[in-house]
């Protein structure tokens, strides 16, 4: 290990903990802040370190058929789901499911597409920013956050290719609201009558409820969430993965190794099952990653958990306000508090602080002005998770020796860019990304998770034959004039 990277990495965290008592040191209540952060760290160092990335999972399937990266995911998502289960059942659980509609499979597919252009989903270009890769900090500014942003706030022509339905269910909504609560809601983005008008009037489903009439005990996480909506899943996917990818070679060489010993070439299975073991073992990082990531998502909950019993709150908007920061919160006084790990909300938040500073009102939509608020930075939790996630990624980074600052060439910055913006236009509609609409919402018994994931791999396999596709054109191309 090279001793100017050990010193940055020291340095650089030094910084986050001197960051973390300035916090504590200025209120109490900062603490809940300062959770977000070291979570956000511990992400970062496990991307960085097992290369996690749902973009990368995706191209090295579809393109190479190395399928390392997908079982490490699905790792992860087994041994999350078994810890969400156990904290459901303890009531220590900050998880919601989504909406269930159509809208999480197209929004999938849009998102799927751009983190394959943009070579990183919403988690991957955070980790890629700590390693140095300017591409994806592109695909984050441009896309993430300032995409998102406009993406949200867009109206006049817009509204005009709505349903009427979703106008006329808006404002009925916003008469409702403003009866019970006094609150005119701001109805004037595309986006705000899709929310209010369309996707608010959507179940929501977790299979633990579903299975057990709407009162679930713990027998009815861990079978309904956990088994039925995880596990189960997950295993089916992981055995078409190996049937596709990798028995091939693993019969191949079955095979040869019992003709050598003499032995009839027949494939049992107990083979088959030795395959499949041989596949999820086959790096050892990548799937010792894949439970620690599992494992910290659940301790993540866990904390949160534990952070709003403590001060008595259900949302960090309820903090900034007794610490005298209303302009902070949103209309119903809330701020973007997942209280999990999530993705590409806050980078929204970026995007329209920043053009609120030039002038443009970002507080007349729902998503900001009435959802989620529009925080200082310095006092947005989720954003420091989501920075933490590229300060860990960089300390790894630097300790593995993979640190180095790589700018695009024109033909990446536009394939970043491109990336960035579909991939901000895919998790909007879906209230959430990789982690937040599939990850999570998978593991923690949300149908949804699996429709979004079914889109986003669609999108990806897309995505690939689409940079193929360009790829052998250019190279055509250029061997031509050559």
């Not at 301790?299 to 005298?324: E, P, S």
């Not at 006092?379 to 630097?398: E, K, T």
Request: with cysteine; glycine share 12%.
């Amino acid at each position: 290990m090279d001793k100017r990277n050990s010193v940055w990495a020291f340095i650089i965290t030094g910084i986050l903990v001197l960051i973390s008592l300035i916090y504590v040191k200025t209120d109490i209540y900062y603490i809940y802040l300062v959770v977000y952060i070291w979570f956000g760290f511990a992400y970062g160092l496990m991307l960085q370190y097992g290369r996690f990335c749902f973009a990368s999972a995706s191209r090295d399937l579809f393109a190479a058929g190395v399928p390392r990266m997908a079982v490490g995911i699905l790792i992860a998502l087994v041994f999350f789901s078994v810890i969400q289960a156990i904290l459901a059942s303890a009531n220590m659980s900050t998880f919601h499911p989504a909406p269930f509609g159509i809208h999480m499979l197209i929004s999938g597919s849009i998102f799927g597409v751009g983190m394959v252009l943009a070579g990183g989903c919403a988690s991957g270009s955070l980790y890629k920013v700590g390693e140095g890769n300017m591409t994806s900090l592109l695909a984050v500014i441009f896309g993430l956050c300032l995409g998102q942003a406009v993406f949200v706030d867009l109206g006049g022509v817009f509204n005009k290719l709505l349903p009427q339905a979703w106008i006329d269910s808006a404002q009925r909504t916003a008469v409702s609201i403003k009866a019970s609560s006094g609150i005119d809601i701001p109805l004037n983005s595309w986006f705000d009558h899709y929310l209010v008008g369309y996707v608010w009037n959507q179940p929501q489903y977790t299979i633990a409820k579903l299975i057990s009439g709407g009162n679930p005990e713990p027998i009815h996480y861990f079978i309904g969430n956990s088994l039925i909506n995880a596990i189960i899943p997950a295993v089916i996917i992981m055995c078409v993965i190996y049937y596709i990818y990798s028995r091939k070679v693993f019969v191949k060489r079955k095979k040869k190794a019992l003709k050598k010993a003499g032995l009839p070439e027949k494939i049992t299975f107990k083979d088959e099952l030795n395959g499949m073991w041989g596949m999820i073992t086959a790096s050892k990082k990548t799937s010792i990653m894949g439970i620690l990531v599992g494992i910290t998502a659940g301790l993540h909950i866990l904390t949160m958990a534990g952070m709003q019993k403590k001060f008595g709150v259900t949302n960090f908007g309820t903090l900034l306000q007794r610490m005298g920061h209303y302009k902070d919160v949103s209309l119903k006084g809330t701020v973007f508090d997942p209280g999990y790990w999530y993705i590409t909300s806050q980078e929204g938040q970026v995007g329209a602080w920043i053009l609120e500073k030039f002038g443009w009102n970002m507080h007349d939509n729902m998503f900001f002005g009435y959802v989620n608020g529009l925080p200082e930075l310095w006092r947005n939790p989720a954003l420091w998770m989501s920075l933490g996630i590229v300060f860990g990624a960089m300390v790894m980074a630097r300790l593995q020796g993979e640190f180095k600052v790589k700018f695009p060439s024109i033909e990446l910055m536009v394939w970043g860019i491109s990336g960035g913006l579909l991939m901000g236009m895919g998790s909007r509609p879906s209230l959430g990304c990789n982690i937040g609409a599939f990850f999570i919402r998978a593991a923690g018994g949300d149908p949804n998770g699996w429709v979004y994931g079914t889109g986003m791999v669609l999108g990806a396999f897309f995505g690939v034959k689409l940079l193929s596709w360009w790829t052998e054109r250019k190279m055509a191309q250029e061997m031509g004039d050559f």
